[in-house]
């Protein structure tokens, strides 16, 4: 079972990124998945979150309306869209996923994570 996230960048404030999390070795329909980044010097935390049928979705407080999380099943693949990015926004992503097919806000749901893909936004 593989997760593997890409995508990430150098990107300018104000500027957006889509990540990408593909699976392999698992069925992703199977599966809810998470994404999560942790910045340097600070703990992990939630970034936005999708059952195994797409519809539904949480999303982080701070991040809401900047983010979107979707799924393509066919494609054993989720994405991450970001808007607006901002320098604080810099951080390694991670993808998660859950067996149960649902979500939460915490990493320890999950059972698979993926290996991570750096997002830098520059000032």
């Known amino acids: 079972v593989q997760l593997q996230a890409f995508g990430g960048g150098l990107v300018q404030d104000g500027g957006s990124l889509r990540l990408s999390c593909a699976a392999s070795?698992?069925?992703?329909?199977?599966?809810?998945m998470g994404w999560f980044r942790q910045a340097p010097g600070k703990e992990r935390e939630f970034v936005a979150a999708?059952?195994?049928?797409?519809?539904?979705?949480r999303y982080a407080d701070s991040l809401k309306g900047r983010i979107g999380i979707s799924r393509d099943n066919a494609k054993n693949t989720v994405y991450l869209q970001m808007n607006g990015l901002k320098p604080e926004d810099t951080a390694v992503y991670y993808c998660?996923?859950?067996?149960?097919?649902?979500?939460?806000?915490?990493?320890?749901?999950?059972?698979?994570w993926g290996q991570g893909t750096l997002v830098t936004v520059s000032s």
């Open positions: 070795g698992l069925t992703l329909s199977n599966y809810g």
């Open positions: 998660a996923g859950a067996r149960s097919g649902g979500f939460a806000l915490s990493g320890n749901w999950y059972h698979y």
């Open positions: 999708i059952n195994w049928s797409g519809a539904s979705t």
